[in-house]
Structures are given as structure tokens and as C-alpha cells.
């Protein structure tokens, strides 16, 4: 290829014209972009205007795709425009046409000061010269190792997403017309052009591009092989923190299973009782009454519950231990969102931020408090008030049909007992769909600043409702029924039945989509064009993001934690399921999914919150289901206890348990010693260099 350098006095405001004219005049080789990992900078690249950042390679880190009907003049003016300085309104990146400069697609790069000053904003830590993490200041860039060469400074995830967070957070400086489009499409004063442009049909798709090399070496090291250990610093350079963190507690979790499954194999295989029960909650023949059972199994069951309460706790403390040690590697604890721009989605009246002194739209705290207030916590208990009333009429269904059975007696009323639990899993799947578009609404409507809180409060709205959804039938066999042997039943069956569907719908229907109708769409070889290679990757199903493998691993965490006492072997399951797991989850987003944008995370945020809400829950459920025990309610009956000094028993036992719990989330620390004292440093030194640029 023939190629030139990179340069100029103008940033990308000026080349655009320039662009149009080589491309039109340029050979087909010349036209054709290079290779992903190191691109000579030639015809079609806008210029930069930092002599700093005017390098001979540039690698294409994301493909923004167009409308089919977008015009050429619009196209080129997105071009200046995301190749612009910062000070007149650009995103100072660097933007390719493509080999076509009326195509549909622009790739975009990043130079070295771009990059750098995002860096700062976003609050992440890089390797200082003394070989100590510190938070990053672009003024004393010079100093931090590696701050010369962007693919070794930065990962590949990072660099991804400071494009995305550029091109997101573009402003129109004044009302501007877009060339190409109608005039209803007009910029205002602070409009937000990326969104703008969305709405407007302009921008259709943005992703992050894979770097194959990168990428198959990922593979082998990650799930080709027979290795047990996740690279799990390959993985957050490669897919970034988010997804890291999520690999990270899964391995966590994982092998946290092992003393629980021990103990249930232990339980189940010295108590005769036990395994009676594990044979009839699997086989469903000849259920026994819970009033059955021996003492020494109630004793099994008791050692269960109390080790399943300690167990959680002392999970989530090590993990927070764990999660504050890979934040400080991975340069992740010292974020300042609150500082950056503000997300695509959020408005209010422009004026200036009194922290950052930037001119920005501004909503007050107060009215955002007053609409969660108001509306959507309103709207969350309306719905599930909609999942108690689908749970209610199951059961009057299927006490309907089981007397109308009885009378009957026919091959048609033996179909009709099916009917109330079809009906009931379709009622509840609209009602999880139609929650889903509300929940979006409704956290659109409390116009959050940054993106971490909007994710964050749409994730807990959906959590509450898909954790109500799940263990609401559970909790109501257990505390209303008060049928212990059908809670057993009822949670082998969800253990074993939906462990295998998981499977199947994440991993085997993709891949056979994948591999019969998607990929025969996309071969390439080694001699087409970059463009086509990259064109092909947008054929590939957006990835859906992590919400429902962590609901999963919640899921989990909540038959072990709240009902493990009832059925020992859960843990053994998951284990066996948890294997496997780690292996197809990595497969699909390695080869299943288009490569997702990641933002930089400190921890698994409003999850980990959610597993300790569990965690203490643990203590109610399991002394629930421990006061219905025979052994108990026989040493009651001997000693002539009232039913009320049995209940206020179970409540102080309940609240010692809390206490112990309490106690030993004290006296494990949050993080290590040393991570806390790293951490304070970087604050302290962060405050020092604020002082001096004031």
C-alpha cells in the first residue's frame, strides 16, 4: 500500500474536502483500510493537529454505521465533525470514510491526546514511573510508564470506550443546521449530536471491533484448553472491567461452592433419612410428610442452614476483599464519573456545574428524589402486586381443575391439569416483557447524570421484580403452606429442569444459529478488504449484556443461601453447572456476539448489593424452615412450650444469627490493609496535584 503520514496544522475540521478528492482519485489497493492492529495512516484518515499525536500506525478501534439514505454531504460533515478540536466543537478523533466516501460506515481511531485526556477525566489509574498505581494527570502525563505508546498504556477495551465516551458526550456549541437533513432535525444550543443524530436515522449502529489476533489468543487461553485458572488481565484488557469483574466473581463463586457441596454430600451420604428424601424429591414417588423424618436427618438439615448462613457472609466478605484488590490492578478504583460529561440521555436547563464549571444541562437532585418517590416506586409495586395476583390465581386454577379431575375422571380433564401452569408461565413472561419497556421508561424519567447510576437503578428496578418473580412461589410453599416435602420437590426440579433449558437457550441455540444461518453470511478471506472484515462482524447479534447471567448466579445464590437446608445436595448441582458455565459463557461472548463497549467499574455495583440483601435474608428463611422441623416442634411439645414463646425463640435465635453475621462482616475488612492504604494515597496525592493546577 501507499501510504502517507499523518500530519498537518488543522485537525479533521479541514480534511474532510481533502478526504473526498484522494478517495476519489486513489487505486483500489489504496482505498482498501489496513490491517486492525497497526494502519499506516493514508488517504482517507483525518488529519490531527497535535505533532505529539502524528503517528505512522493508527488502529481502527470502532465502526460507526450509517443510514442507507444518508447523503454524502452529511456523512462528510459527521467526518469534520468527529475529527474537529475539542475547542471548536469535535471530538478530536481520528475518522476514516471507508473505501467508499459515499458508504455507509466510518471507522474510527483515537490519537495519543485524546486518549490521554480522557484518561484523566474518567479518574483512571495508570502505572506511575515508580512503578505505584496513581490516578492519571495529562499534565504530568511524562512521568507515568508507557504514556508514549497508547497500545501498551491503555487496553484495547479502554481505548474503545474513550471513543465511544468522546463521541457520546458531543455537544452542538450553537444551533446548527445538519447538512442533509431537514430542518426538524436542527441542532439547539447543547443539543446532544450523537443522540441527535440516532433519532434522526443518521447513525444506525456503533461497536467496538475485534482485533482477531487478540482474540484467538484469548480463546486458547481462556476456554480451548484444559486449564482451570481465567486470564482473567487478558480478559480486562480485551472486554474491559465490567465483563472482568463478572468472569471474575463467577470464578469466585464457583470454587466458593466446593465446602458447601462437601457438607451436602456429607449430610446426604452418612443420613439414611436424607437420602430418602433426595431419592423422592428427584423421582416424585412416594413423598413422605416432613413430620417423618428422623432426628438425626433434622440434624443434618440443622447443620446445613447454620453453615449456609455463615457461608454467604464470609462468601461476600472475601469477594469484596478479592473485587477491591482487582479495582486497584486494573486501575479501577479511583473513578470520577460525577465528573465527566453527562450521559447522551440526561437533560435539564443549561447552566453551568458548580464542580467542573462546565456549561451543562443541570437537574436538581430534589426533583429526581421526588419522581422516584412518586412514580416509580409506585409503578415497581403495582407490578408486583400483578406477580402475586398471577401466583393466587394459579393456585385457585389448579384447585379448580384438580376438583374438576376428580369429578371427571377423563382424558380431558387429565389435559386440563396442565392448563392454570401454561397459562401462569405465559401470564408471567408478558408481564416480564411489559416490566422490562416500563422499568426503561422509568429510569429514563428520573433523568440520571451519569450512566453508571441510570444502569444502576434500571438493574435494581428489574432485579426486584425478576427476584419477586422467581421466589415467590418458593416463599410461598415455605411460609404459607408450610409444606416442606413440596418445597423439596419444587426446588430439585428448578435445580435440575432449569440448570438444562439455561444451557441449551444460551449455548446450544446460539451456536446453531451461528454456525448454520449467520456464519455462512459472513466468510472471508485473508485477501478481502479490511472493510468487508469489518462490515462482517456487524452481521454478528448485538451482545445483551450481563444482566441475565448475573440474575443466574443470584438465582443460585439464593436457592443455596435461602433453601439449601431443605434439599443439601444444591450446591453439588451448581457446582456441576458453575464448570461448564464458566466455559460457555466465554465462548459466547468470544464468538457469539459482536464485542460490547465497557465501561470502566470498581466493583459489580448494585449486584453486590444484592447478594448481601440475600445473605441476611438467609437468616430469616432458614430459621422458618427450621422451626417447622419435627425434631424442633417435638422438643417444644415435651417441654410444654406456648406457640408464642416458640415464635419469640425463633426471633431471638434469628437475631443472635444476625448479630454473628454482623460481626463477621466487621472483622473482615472490605479490603486488604494494604489496597486501603494505596487508596488513600492516590486521594491524597490526587488532592495535591488539584492544589497545583489551582
Known amino acids: 500500500l501507499t501510504m502517507s503520514k499523518a ?53 481502527p478501534l470502532v465502526l460507526v454505521k450509517l443510514g442507507q439514505k444518508v447523503r454524502p454531504e452529511t456523512k462528510r460533515w459527521l467526518i469534520r465533525l468527529i475529527g474537529a478540536p475539542q475547542k471548536d466543537g469535535g471530538a478530536a478523533l481520528l475518522a476514516h470514510p471507508g473505501e467508499d466516501a459515499s458508504g455507509d460506515i466510518i471507522v474510527v481511531s483515537a490519537p495519543r491526546c485524546t486518549l490521554l485526556r480522557a484518561t484523566e477525566e474518567l479518574g483512571l489509574c495508570k502505572t ?43 455537544r452542538a456549541q450553537r444551533d446548527l443546521r445538519i447538512p442533509g437533513l431537514s430542518d426538524r432535525y436542527t441542532l439547539q444550543h447543547r443539543d446532544n449530536i450523537w443522540q441527535k443524530l440516532g433519532s434522526a436515522g443518521v447513525i444506525v449502529d456503533m461497536f467496538p471491533l475485534h482485533n482477531p489476533g ?44 466446593l465446602p458447601p457441596a462437601i457438607l451436602g454430600l456429607s449430610i446426604t451420604y452418612f443420613s439414611g433419612e436424607v437420602q430418602k428424601e433426595m431419592d423422592e424429591s428427584v423421582s416424585g414417588s412416594g413423598v413422605t410428610s416432613f413430620e417423618d423424618d428422623s432426628g ?39 473513578l470520577s464519573e460525577r465528573f465527566a460529561e453527562p450521559r447522551p440521555g440526561f437533560h435539564g436547563d443549561v447552566g453551568v456545574n458548580p464542580v467542573t464549571g462546565r ?28 406477580v402475586v395476583l398471577g401466583m393466587l390465581c394459579f393456585y385457585w386454577g389448579e384447585a379448580q381443575v384438580q376438583q374438576l379431575h376428580k369429578d371427571w375422571d377423563s382424558l380431558l380433564s387429565q389435559t386440563l391439569l396442565y392448563t392454570p401452569s401454561v397459562l401462569h408461565i405465559v401470564y408471567t413472561n408478558m408481564l416480564a416483557t411489559a416490566y422490562k419497556k416500563v422499568a426503561q421508561s422509568l429510569t429514563e424519567y428520573e433523568n440520571h447524570r451519569e450512566e453508571s447510576a441510570f444502569e444502576n437503578h434500571l438493574t435494581a428496578k428489574v432485579l426486584v421484580f425478576t427476584f419477586f418473580n422467581y421466589f415467590a412461589v418458593l416463599f410461598h410453599i415455605a411460609f404459607f403452606k408450610q409444606d416442606v416435602p413440596l418445597l423439596r420437590k419444587r426446588l430439585a426440579s428448578l435445580l435440575i429442569v432449569t440448570q438444562l433449558v439455561n444451557q441449551v437457550t444460551e ?32 452481521t454478528l447479534p448485538a451482545f445483551p449484556g450481563l444482566f441475565a447471567e448475573y440474575i443466574e448466579l443470584l438465582v443460585q445464590f439464593g436457592y443455596l443461601s435461602l433453601f439449601s437446608c431443605v434439599y443439601p445436595l444444591t450446591a453439588v448441582l451448581l457446582l456441576i453447572n458453575n464448570l461448564t458455565e464458566i466455559r460457555s459463557d466465554a465462548y459466547k461472548i468470544c464468538k457469539l456476539f459482536r464485542k460490547p463497549f465497557s465501561p470502566p467499574v470498581a466493583n459489580m455495583g448494585v449486584w453486590q448489593i444484592a447478594f448481601e440483601v440475600l445473605s441476611f435474608a438467609s437468616v430469616v428463611t432458614n430459621c ?52 486501603r492504604k494505596k487508596r488513600e494515597h492516590i486521594e491524597y496525592t490526587s488532592m495535591q496535584a488539584l492544589r497545583q493546577q489551582v
Open 7 to 59: 500530519g498537518g496544522d488543522e485537525g479533521g475540521s479541514g480534511s474532510s474536502s481533502e478526504t473526498a478528492k484522494q478517495l476519489e482519485n486513489a487505486t483500489p489497493a489504496e482505498k482498501v483500510l489496513s490491517k486492525p492492529s497497526a494502519t499506516t495512516i493514508g488517504p482517507g484518515w483525518t488529519k490531527v493537529s497535535c505533532p505529539c499525536c502524528v503517528s505512522e500506525r493508527v488502529e
Open 128 to 170: 506511575y514511573r515508580n512503578e505505584d498505581m496513581e490516578a492519571f494527570s495529562y499534565n504530568d502525563r511524562d512521568n507515568f510508564k508507557d504514556s508514549d505508546n497508547m497500545e501498551v498504556f491503555l487496553t484495547l477495551a479502554e481505548r474503545q470506550y474513550i471513543v465511544k465516551y468522546e463521541l457520546d458526550g458531543l
Open 214 to 257: 487478540k482474540l484467538k489468543d484469548l480463546s486458547e487461553a481462556w476456554y480451548s484448553g484444559n486449564q482451570l485458572a481465567q486470564p482473567l488481565d487478558s480478559v480486562n484488557g480485551y472486554f474491559g472491567s465490567s465483563v472482568a469483574f463478572y468472569f471474575s466473581f463467577l470464578d469466585f463463586y464457583t470454587w466458593s461452592l
Open 296 to 334: 438425626s436427618a433434622v440434624s443434618g438439615h440443622m447443620i446445613q442452614a447454620v453453615f449456609s448462613m455463615l457461608w454467604s457472609t464470609v462468601v461476600m466478605e472475601l469477594w469484596k476483599r478479592r473485587s477491591s484488590s482487582l479495582s486497584y490492578r486494573w486501575g479501577t478504583l479511583h
Open 359 to 386: 456549561v451543562e444541562p443541570l437537574f436538581p437532585e430534589w426533583q429526581r428524589n421526588l419522581r422516584m418517590a412518586l412514580v416509580s416506586v409506585p409503578v415497581v409495586g403495582l407490578f408486583l402486586g400483578l
Open 507 to 538: 449455548v446450544v441455540i446460539p451456536f446453531l444459529v451461528d454456525r448454520f444461518i449467520s456464519a455462512p453470511h459472513r466468510r472471508e478471506s485473508k485477501d478481502d478488504p479490511e472493510e468487508d472484515k469489518f462490515r462482517n462482524q456487524s
Open 624 to 675: 422458618w424452615l427450621l422451626l417447622l422441623s419435627p425434631w424442633l416442634q417435638k422438643l417444644f411439645q415435651e417441654g410444654r412450650m406456648s406457640s408464642t414463646n416458640i415464635l419469640l425463640l425463633a426471633v431471638l435465635v434469628e437475631h443472635v444469627l444476625i448479630l454473628v453475621k454482623v460481626v463477621l462482616a466487621v472483622l473482615i475488612p472490605d479490603e486488604p490493609d494494604w489496597i
